[in-house]
C-alpha cells in the first residue's frame, strides 16, 4: 500500500478514543468533520470576532484622532449625558447574562427558560437600540449632526457601527426564537446558540471599551 | 523527503461551566464595577490616575465578560490563541497609529 493510501485508510478510520458510545463520528468530507478537534463553525466565529477587533480598533482609534480637532459646532463630548448612558450600558451587560442563561436553559434541555431568555436578550438588546437613536436624536437637536464636524463624524461613525452589530445580534436571537417554537433547536444544537452568544457578548465587550475610552475619559 | 502526518487530532472536551446562580454572581460583579466607573467618573482628581483607574476596571470588566460569558476559560486553547490573536494585533497597530499621530501628547 502507497503512503498516500495509507493516509487515506488512516482518515477513514476514527482514533480509538472517538469510536466509543455507538455514535457515528463524522468522516473527512461529511458535515461536523473537524481536523482540529474543535467545532469548525465555533472557531469560524472565533476568527471572525479577531478580524472584527481590527475593525472596531480602527473606529475607536479614527475618533481618538478626531475628537479634539473640531473647529465648529458642540462636539461629542460636550453633549454626553453620562448617567443616561450608564443605564444603557448596564442594560447591555445584564443582556450578556441572559444570553448565557439562555444556553445554559439549552444545555440542559429547558426548552421553556431558554425561550424565555432570548425573549428577554432580545428586548434588552432593544431597549440599548432604543436609548441610542434616543442619544442621537438629542444630539442631532443640539446641533450635532454626522456632517457637523470631523469628531462627531467619528462618534456617529462608530456607535453607529456598533449599534448595527447589535441590531444583527437582536435578529439573530428572534431567529433563535422562533426555531425553538417551532421545534428546530433541539438540545443537541446548542451550539447553534452558543455561536450566537458568542457573538452577542462580543458586541457586549466593544460596548465596554467604548463606554468607558469614549465617553469616561475626556 | 518526508512522510506525511497520520495522527488525528484529539478531541479536545469541554470542562464544566459555572451554574446559573455563579453566572448571577459573575453579573452583578460586572453591574458593581461599572457603578464604580461611573462614580470615578464624578471624583474630582487628576486626569492620568483617573484614566489608569478606569483602564483597570475595563479590563477587568472586558475579561470577565470574555472568561465567562465567552467560555474561553472552559473552551479550546485554539480558541483563546485566535481571539487573543487579533486583539493583540489591533491593540498593536492602532496604539502605533496614535503614537505616530501623537495623540496622547495632545498634539493632533
Same mark, same amino acid.
Given at each position: ?25 463524522? $468522516? ?6 473537524? $481536523? ?28 481618538? !484622532? ?5 473647529? $465648529? ?23 450578556? &447574562? @441572559?444570553? %448565557? ?5 439549552? $444545555? ?14 432580545? !428586548? ?43 441590531? #444583527? ?15 428546530? !433547536? ?8 452558543? #455561536? ?20 469616561? #475619559?475626556? | &523527503?518526508?512522510?506525511? @502526518? ?18 448571577? !454572581? ?16 464624578? %471624583? ?7 484614566? #489608569? ?13 470574555? &472568561? ?41
Amino acid at each position: 500500500m502507497s503512503t498516500v493510501e495509507s493516509t487515506a485508510e488512516t482518515l477513514r478510520t476514527p482514533p480509538a478514543g472517538q469510536q466509543h458510545g455507538g455514535h457515528h463520528q463524522p $468522516q473527512p468530507g461529511e458535515h461536523g468533520w473537524t $481536523q482540529t478537534g474543535v467545532s469548525n463553525e465555533k472557531l469560524g466565529m472565533w476568527v471572525f470576532l479577531g478580524s472584527e477587533c481590527l475593525l472596531f480598533g480602527g473606529l475607536i482609534s479614527t475618533y481618538l !484622532l478626531y475628537k479634539h480637532t473640531a473647529v $465648529q459646532g458642540p462636539r461629542p463630548h460636550d453633549l454626553y449625558d453620562i448617567p443616561f448612558t450608564s443605564v444603557s450600558s448596564f442594560v447591555l451587560l445584564m443582556s450578556s &447574562m @441572559t444570553m %448565557v442563561l439562555a444556553l445554559a436553559a439549552l $444545555q440542559r434541555g429547558d426548552h421553556h427558560r431558554t425561550r424565555v431568555w432570548l425573549v428577554t436578550t432580545a !428586548l434588552l438588546g432593544a431597549t440599548f437600540i432604543s436609548g441610542q437613536v434616543y442619544e442621537f436624536m438629542s444630539f442631532v437637536k443640539e446641533g450635532m449632526g454626522y456632517t457637523t464636524n470631523t469628531a462627531s463624524s467619528a462618534f456617529f461613525t462608530l456607535t453607529g457601527f456598533h449599534g448595527v452589530h447589535v441590531s #444583527i445580534g437582536i435578529v439573530m436571537l428572534l431567529s433563535l426564537f422562533v426555531m425553538s417554537l417551532r421545534g428546530r !433547536l433541539p438540545q443537541e444544537k446548542s451550539e447553534v446558540v452558543e #455561536i450566537v452568544g458568542l457573538y452577542w457578548h462580543f458586541v457586549d465587550i466593544v460596548w465596554i471599551l467604548i463606554f468607558t475610552v469614549v465617553y469616561l #475619559i475626556p | &523527503m518526508s512522510t506525511p @502526518t497520520t495522527e488525528l487530532p484529539r478531541v479536545e472536551h469541554e470542562h464544566t461551566h459555572p451554574s446559573d446562580a455563579q453566572y448571577m !454572581l459573575i453579573a452583578l460583579f460586572l453591574a458593581v464595577v461599572t457603578g464604580a466607573e461611573v462614580a470615578l467618573y464624578y %471624583v474630582n482628581m487628576d486626569f492620568l490616575p483617573y484614566a #489608569i483607574l478606569l483602564s483597570i476596571l475595563m479590563v477587568v470588566k472586558f475579561s470577565t465578560v470574555v &472568561m465567562f460569558f465567552m467560555h474561553l476559560r472552559f473552551d479550546s486553547r485554539l480558541f483563546r490563541w485566535v481571539f487573543v490573536s487579533g486583539l493583540v494585533l489591533a491593540v498593536i497597530v492602532y496604539m502605533v497609529v496614535l503614537l505616530t499621530f501623537h495623540v496622547f501628547n495632545g498634539r493632533v
